[in-house]
T-cell receptor, first 111, second 114 residues
Framework: GQQVMQIPQYQHVQEGEDFTTYCNSS?????IQWYKQRPGGHPVFLIQ?????EVKKQKRLTFQFGEAKKNSSLHITATQTTDVGTYFC???????????FGAGTRLFVKA | DSGVTQTPKHLITATGQRVTLRCSPR?????VYWYQQSLDQGLQFLIQ???????AKGNILERFSAQQFPDLHSELNLSSLELGDSALYFC?????????????FGPGTRLLVL
């Protein structure tokens, strides 16, 4: 079935450093979504990417969708302690309605 | 606050028991999703309902069942509970605007099976 690999599993950074998490699929995706879950919280929708090669920015966050629509990345510039949490990508299974989440990348930011 | 409510917040029960988790979606949302989040398993999709009908099924055990009622609230029933069922259970509702479906997650129910 549809799977999406997300790496890395964990990332420790010093405040001010950049951070990137990647999602990879073996099949072409119709779209990909990104969510953030703060410690003790629930996932919160960040963004959806649909077009090949699409790049979207939200302040210090940059989201990219690969040209082949098989991979995506989330990049945070100059991390802050408020960025801590787990970042998930989510895709739909091919031709269906199931939502499949990546395993998530847990970000730790040291002040 | 996402607008999705879940009750109870916490639940402690014993193996072999049965529990019911409740979810009220955001006003106007027709879709409800259920997810299980364990420490080592990430977010696992269980089941989705749309306007009262089951739409998609994920890795939901036969001991688990769900339904969505005419008022669109949903319940997840977990029976013959095992220690491994201890997890955070999230409900999400979604809307479809401009071709984009966004899921809004509730605060979750933390289930502990002893």
């Amino acid at each position: 079935g549809q799977q999406v690999m997300q790496i890395p599993q964990y990332q420790h950074v010093q405040e001010g450093e950049d951070f990137t998490t990647y999602c990879n699929s073996s099949t072409t995706l119709s779209n990909i979504q990104w969510y953030k879950q703060r410690p003790g919280g629930h996932p919160v929708f960040l963004i959806q990417l649909v077009k090949s090669g699409e790049v979207k920015k939200q302040k210090r966050l940059t989201f990219q969708f690969g040209e082949a629509k098989k991979n995506s990345s989330l990049h945070i510039t100059a991390t802050q302690t408020t960025d801590v949490g787990t970042y998930f990508c989510a895709v739909r299974n091919t031709g269906g309605f199931k939502t499949i989440f990546g395993a998530g990348t847990r970000l730790f930011v040291k002040a | 606050d996402s607008g999705v409510t879940q009750t109870p917040k916490h639940l402690i029960t014993a193996t072999g028991q049965r529990v019911t988790l409740r979810c009220s979606p955001r006003s106007g949302d027709l879709s409800v999703y259920w997810y299980q989040q364990s420490l080592d398993q990430g977010l696992q999709f269980l089941i989705q309902y749309y306007n009262g009908e089951e739409r998609a099924k994920g890795n939901i055990l036969e001991r688990f069942s769900a339904q969505q009622f005419p008022d669109l609230h949903s319940e997840l029933n977990l029976s013959s509970l095992e220690l491994g069922d201890s997890a955070l259970y999230f409900c999400a509702s979604s809307d479809l605007r401009g071709g984009q479906e966004t899921q809004y997650f509730g605060p979750g129910t933390r289930l502990l099976v002893l």
